[in-house]
């Protein structure tokens, strides 16, 4: 198990089959950095074209299609101290009839005090005044090539993951990926020092990050969408990309409901039983070409 240090100099705007930035094993970490979604990297300069630019891909030996990647968010955190947000939410989350009275889309600008834990509103002026936020760090926008030799936009999301924007991809989960390609191929990004769910503006607090992870081959193990094990959090998730948003919603139950009965003893019914009475939903991109539902269960009901 080797640790790696990796520093990138250019930047994807599709996860698919590009060349490998670094070749790992099962078992290693990576150490790295990633832009925020307009190109800005560390030092507020402009290094890449807007939408997500990923850092990678990064290709894990031994990982072929038909395997799981188990890959761990060990660290992530701000690395400048600067970031921007959108100021209006999106037309597709409010009434048709109130669209007209949402105000100019521009960016407000937010100071990081990395040290404090905290970003504070600094423009535009209005009522909220300074508004101060805890740092809640997570990653907008991830994961592997996609099936079939497809180079898919960061701009949306599938089975591979992309631009979830779930405010639950936080360091100390571990999130499990089919993997479609050769060496999976690896893809991280879209860094948010705070968003809220469904990131209906369109963006959380942009800057570039800090990041930190593991990776783990598991062989033979075929999924269908991305899992994740929020040990801290204490819950499995499942993850669906689709619009409609009912459609999102029937991959990640779909998924979790095989999930239960494969890794968990469960039969059929009771998985059904156990989903109705103790599932917890949470909402991911709503801004986006597919939108982004997690499905969760608290590991207290699969203790047994």
């Not at 997500?52 to 990647?69: C, I, K, S």
């Not at 990640?252 to 059929?268: F, H, I, K, P, V």
């Amino acid at each position: 198990m080797t640790t790696h240090r990796f520093y990138p100099t250019h930047y994807h705007i599709t996860l698919g089959p590009h060349e490998p930035v670094l070749r790992i094993a099962d078992g290693d970490t990576v150490i790295t950095t990633t832009i925020d979604a307009g190109g800005t990297d560390a030092h507020g300069e402009q290094v890449a074209p807007e939408g997500n630019p990923q850092t990678g891909p990064f290709y894990v030996e031994n990982a072929e299609p038909g395997d799981m990647l188990a890959l761990r968010l060990d660290r992530l955190y701000p690395n400048r101290d600067t970031g921007y947000t959108s100021t209006a939410v999106a037309p597709n989350v409010v009434d048709p009839q109130y669209v007209r009275e949402l105000p100019e889309r521009t960016l407000a600008e937010w100071h990081i005090d990395r040290a404090a834990g905290m970003a504070t509103l600094a423009k535009p002026v209005t009522r909220l005044g300074n508004l101060a936020l805890p740092l809640a760090p997570m990653l907008g926008c991830f994961g592997v090539a996609p099936a079939d030799r497809q180079a898919i936009s960061t701009a949306t999301s599938g089975p591979h993951g992309g631009n979830m924007d779930y405010r639950g991809f936080v360091a100390g989960v571990t999130v499990y990926f089919p993997v479609w390609a050769p060496g999976a191929l690896i893809f991280m990004g879209d860094g948010h020092a705070v968003q809220g769910d469904g990131e209906i503006v369109g963006t959380g607090i942009e800057t570039s990050f800090d990041v930190q992870f593991t990776v783990r081959v598991v062989k033979g193990k075929r999924i269908g969408w991305p899992r994740g094990d929020a040990e801290r959090a204490d819950y499995i998730f499942t993850v669906g990309n689709a619009r409609p948003l009912d459609q999102a919603v029937q991959h990640a139950t779909t998924e979790m409901l095989r999930w239960l009965q494969e890794d968990y003893g469960l039969d059929a019914v009771g998985a059904n039983i156990l989903l109705g009475q103790c599932v917890e939903y949470d909402l991911g991109n709503m801004f986006d070409p597919a939108y982004t539902m997690v499905c969760k269960v608290p590991k207290r009901w699969l203790k047994s």
